[in-house]
């Protein structure tokens, strides 16, 4: 089978201001601890939170007139348990152990009263978002998930890892297999989806019992009863059905709602008292315990919430909401025995002189809860009738004429439907989440606007809020303090659980560069003229500084012991024997003697052009057509050490070589290449090894150190705050969204560096401790210099007849970073060489005399090819670049004895000799320094070449 590709990506997110417990966007689950009166809520933030309802929720019975008011809830614990929404929380072993599922693809188990707070391992992963969960009872010892990937699964959970893999579309070829809903006890698992069709499977063989369709619309809710006979659904149809196994078909069609039904919960082992909530934020509490038709049951309207009630969950005397809020409500529950009151409008006389009977039971019920308003019952169905057993019996007709009975005149009089409660008795606050972000043009800053309507600045290498802008809009902002500028996307922003995370492609994490006189520097004194700080080198290097300087610590430890170790055997042997001598190490490997010489470089083919800690001069010239541009090639002389052909090519640092005469003369001369893992772990271990052989080969020599990572000079201190989240992600094509490997914090990250070793990918390693990055061709951008209105010389000669018979243009190309300035100086070399009799020091700048427009603008002189391209070229084709003088300094126009034979300008001094076609002046095997720029002639060849050292 074909390995799937996948790639390790870094992600860390900027903290929130502190701010109290609670949820900073929509809650999606909840689950109730009876025993312990503790509510646990589950969110989009991926936050799973714990509270204290400070009331015992033993009573069954609704609350008595007059009774006082609960404590209010307060906040117990939270942890960030996903790095994706939570779909689905149930509480399982007893109340002792919480299960998530969420959407980055796990499910997780959490001990809620243990003391430890560290993120647990997951129980089970699917390939998509998990969307449901289902535990067959308290005491169970499985737990099942379904998610998007048409899977239904069971997992152990006491770790055991996964009992059961169901294929949710039953054999069928479906395309709407996902599951969005599950039911459970020990006897049957069922689960539905968009597909409206309910399956019911076997959970210990796994295989389909039956199937039920009815539904026309995706199934959110599943609910089973204890003896897994009978099993309940709610649908965006807007429907609740109820289907029995024994039957096998559909018994009853509930309409009480006119919105999709998203959730059902009931505690009643028979599913005869349950409540309901759809997406116009209507919950009704149904009771069919005194009806022999469960349509002629009684339900009422029982609470209105301003959106879509998500999940509902209740217990003792009241009712808990989710809706796509951060906030969560509590409701007083419904009195389902209690009379129905009669609507003011149809208030009847009693008869004078007699008094209806009224039993003691109906008496005790009258003076212990409140009434049923009329408005608020609901019909279960089409064909049910208003529920005659709630009238109360001292009614009479309002007019006997008509014969009507009580109940029949209430039904005729039922209209528009009133819940019981448009109020909560009490609201658990949430917190304000991220929900827009406006990433600015200078790519290390960006807005945000949470749920409250607050816009923040942010900075995304000190990694910390810059200034609020209070309750504005977004955009208005934005173009207060967006700069002209055109900085490549070195990252992603993402804020889909409320925070402000930043992702860190390896392949385009080193594209961005900053000039550093613009990055707001404390101290610019190591900081050269003209010098480029790449923004993801620069993060990334002080994300991980405390793994950094344990590794360097580590390094000398290790270089430390392993020479002492050498000498000791080496003073052995030579009181024992004068054999050949080989070290054995650590690890106990033996290797082959190779030489290891640290004076040669690591970098990789091209990192200077890309990446290197200093910035080049400037270079300009004629260059090959992008089809003919010299390719960078590997040095001969490097060889690689690797588990396979090409596996570590990227990732070596110096080329062993090996000792034919002492490998000939020692028994490890054949002897398989040892393995290293593809993490930072494999990473040193390669680096030790090449220690160890180092000195078999060398014995007594010193170990120059391995690990050289950037210096402040090329990647300045950032003080970045230790509660900034860090997190390792693989992303596969196996899985919808990207894995997480490692989660913590900066703050943390010394502890748990061994930990690191494991998920750290070698790029990152190689960037850590190396100073190297992925080679990546510059972008370049083609132009064209022209004199403004011909008042200048032309810096190339035009229609210049070339040797094969061709012309050649003055099409130009350079990194995109390039400075105008340095534009402006090319051209001052090519049409005003430097007088060798005017002092150095009085010499004017390039950008003092001469001026260059696009589009008749003129271009600052620290503006960018990007830019001009991006903000006032705007267009697609090549640049046309203007120049001319601004008066400061006078520039002859050059006399035809100025020209050479071939018809170009003599630039004197500034001028370069000629180069080979296909060749270029600068920049190792045949590469160019990112400060050049190149002139494309017809022929594809490159003629001339100049800089400005």
């Not at 270079?619 to 040095?635: D, R």
Request: glycine share 6%.
């Amino acid at each position: 089978m074909a390995r799937k590709l996948s790639h390790q990506r870094i992600t860390y997110v900027l903290p929130l201001p502190d701010a109290p417990g609670g949820h900073r966007l929509g809650v999606n689950g909840l689950e109730i601890d009876t025993d312990n009166s503790i509510l646990y809520s589950a969110g989009r933030d991926g936050v799973i939170c714990s509270w204290d309802l400070n009331s015992s929720l033993k009573s069954s019975s609704p609350p008595t007139l007059g009774a006082s008011k609960p404590a209010p809830t307060t906040f117990r614990n939270q942890v960030q348990a996903h790095s994706h929404w939570i779909n689905d929380i149930v509480l399982t072993k007893n109340n002792s152990a919480l299960v998530s599922a969420s959407s980055d693809t796990t499910v997780r188990l959490w001990r809620p009263h243990s003391e430890c707070t560290e993120v647990s391992d997951p129980i089970g992963k699917h390939a998509d978002y998990v969307k449901a969960l289902a535990t067959p009872g308290s005491h169970a010892s499985w737990v099942a998930s379904g998610g998007l990937d048409h899977k239904v699964y069971l997992w152990d959970l006491n770790r055991g890892g996964e009992i059961l893999n169901i294929d949710a579309c039953g054999g069928d070829s479906t395309a709407k297999g996902s599951v969005y809903a599950l039911g459970a006890v020990s006897s049957v698992i069922a689960s539905g989806g968009p597909e409206s069709v309910v399956r019911v499977w076997d959970p210990k063989s796994g295989k389909l019992i039956t199937k039920f369709v009815g539904h026309t619309d995706n199934i959110r809710d599943i609910l089973v009863n204890r003896d897994g006979d009978t099993i309940m659904t709610a649908s965006s149809d807007q429907t609740i059905k109820i289907w029995s196994l024994t039957a096998g078909r559909c018994m009853h069609t509930l309409t009480m709602h006119n919105d999709s039904v998203w959730s059902l919960y009931s505690n009643h082992p028979q599913l005869s008292v349950f409540y309901s909530s759809d997406r116009s934020g209507l919950v009704a509490k149904t009771d069919t315990r005194y009806s022999a038709d469960i349509e002629q049951g009684l339900c009422v309207a029982t609470l209105q919430e301003h959106d879509g009630v998500v999940n509902v969950v209740a217990a003792g005397d009241y009712i808990w909401t989710a809706t796509p809020k951060s906030s969560i409500n509590r409701w007083n529950d419904v009195d389902t025995t209690a009379d129905i009151e009669l609507p003011s409008s149809s208030e009847r006389e009693t008869a004078s002189g007699a008094e209806a009977a009224t039993t003691e039971k109906t008496k005790a019920a009258h003076n212990r809860s409140k009434k049923i308003p009329y408005d608020s019952v609901l019909l279960l169905s089409n064909t049910s009738t208003f529920p005659k057993a709630r009238v109360p019996e001292t009614t009479q007709p309002r007019s006997n004429a008509n014969a009507q009975s009580p109940s029949s005149e209430i039904e005729d009089e039922l209209g528009l439907t009133l819940p019981v409660h448009t109020l909560p008795d009490d609201t658990i606050e949430g917190q304000h989440g991220l929900i827009k972000y406006f990433f600015l043009n200078d790519r290390k800053r960006t807005l945000t606007q949470d749920s409250a309507g607050d816009v923040v600045l942010w900075d995304l290498l000190k990694c910390v809020p810059i200034q609020s802008y209070g309750k504005r809009h977004i955009d208005d902002v934005a173009s207060e303090l967006n700069t002209i500028e055109s900085i490549a996307h070195w990252c992603t922003i993402d804020i889909r659980t409320g925070r402000l995370s930043v992702i860190l492609e390896p392949g385009r994490c080193f594209d961005a560069e900053v000039y550093a006189d613009e990055a707001e520097l404390p101290d610019y004194s190591q900081i050269r003229d003209d010098q480029r700080i790449n923004l993801g080198k620069w993060i990334l290097r002080w994300l991980f500084a405390p793994l950094i300087e344990e590794e360097l610590k580590r390094d000398s430890q290790y270089r430390d012991a392993v020479l002492a170790k050498a000498e000791e055997l080496a003073k052995l042997n030579m009181s024992n024997t004068s054999a050949p001598m080989d070290i054995p190490f650590a690890d106990g490997s033996r290797n082959l003697a190779t030489s290891f010489d640290p004076s040669i470089s690591s970098l990789r083919p091209g990192y200077e052009s890309f990446g290197s800690p200093s910035t080049p001069g400037f270079g300009i010239g004629f260059a090959n057509s992008p089809g003919s541009l010299a390719t960078p090639t590997l040095n001969p002389n490097t060889s690689h050490l690797g588990t396979s052909p090409g596996e570590f090519s990227d990732y070596l640092t110096s080329p062993p070589t090996v000792d034919l005469t002492r490998s000939s003369l020692s028994d490890k001369s054949i002897k398989e290449e040892k393995v290293f893992e593809n993490n930072l772990g494999g990473f040193i271990e390669r680096i030790r090894s090449e220690y160890d052989e180092h000195l078999s080969a060398h014995p007594g020599q010193e170990l120059t150190p391995a690990f050289a990572p950037s210096q402040e000079n090329e990647t300045p201190v950032l003080n970045i705050p230790d509660r900034v989240a860090v997190l390792i992600q693989e992303e596969t094509g196996e899985t919808a969204v990207a894995s997480d490997l490692y989660r913590g914090s900066v703050g943390s990250i010394r502890e748990e560096v061994d930990k690191l070793e494991k998920s750290i990918p070698l790029w990152l390693a190689d960037l850590l401790l190396k100073n190297q990055v992925p080679f990546k061709e510059p972008v370049k951008v083609a132009f064209t210099l022209k004199p403004y209105d011909d008042l200048l010389p032309p810096v190339v000669k035009p229609e210049v007849n070339v040797a094969n018979g061709n012309t050649s243009n003055n099409r130009l190309n350079a990194n995109r970073m390039l400075r105008a300035k340095k534009i402006l100086a090319y051209v001052a070399e090519r049409i005003d060489p430097p007088n060798p009799d005017e002092p150095e020091e009085n010499a004017m700048k390039p950008e003092e005399y001469l001026e260059l427009y696009c589009h008749k603008v003129p271009i600052p002189p620290n503006m960018t090819l990007a830019t001009i391209r991006t903000h006032i070229w705007r267009s697609s084709g090549d640049m046309v670049l203007h120049y001319k003088a601004n008066g400061k300094k006078e520039i002859r126009m050059p006399s035809p004895s100025q020209e050479d034979d071939n018809g170009n300008q003599n630039a004197g001094a500034g001028s370069q000799p000629p180069v080979e076609a296909g060749g270029m002046s600068q920049g190792e095997g045949g590469s160019a320094p990112p400060g050049s720029i190149h002139s494309q002639t017809a022929s594809g060849s490159a003629s001339v070449s100049a800089h400005n050292p």
